[in-house]
C-alpha cells in the first residue's frame, strides 16, 4: 500500500463541469490537507478540487465553490 505523499490543490474561477476533473488554471502541491492559498482577486468566484498524489495522482475531488470577500 503507498502512502499518499502530498495533495494537489486546484483551483480556478473557472469549473471543469466535470466530477473528477483537475482541469483547473491554477495548482498548488501540499504536504498536508490544509493549505492556504494566496493572491485571490477580491469578489470573484473560486472553484477548487484536490487530488492526492503518491507517485501517481489520484482522480481530482468533488469541487468545491466559494466567493473571496471584497477587501
Do not use: K
Request: hydrophobic share 30%.
Amino acid at each position: 500500500v503507498a502512502r499518499v505523499v502530498g495533495y494537489i490543490i486546484y483551483y480556478g474561477t473557472q469549473s471543469p463541469n466535470a466530477f473528477g476533473s483537475c482541469a483547473y488554471s491554477q495548482s498548488t502541491f501540499s504536504t498536508t490537507p490544509t493549505v492556504t492559498v494566496t493572491g485571490l482577486a477580491a469578489n470573484t468566484t473560486y472553484y477548487f478540487s484536490v487530488s492526492s498524489y503518491n507517485g501517481l495522482e489520484s482522480p481530482c475531488s468533488g469541487e468545491v465553490s466559494t466567493v473571496t470577500d471584497t477587501f
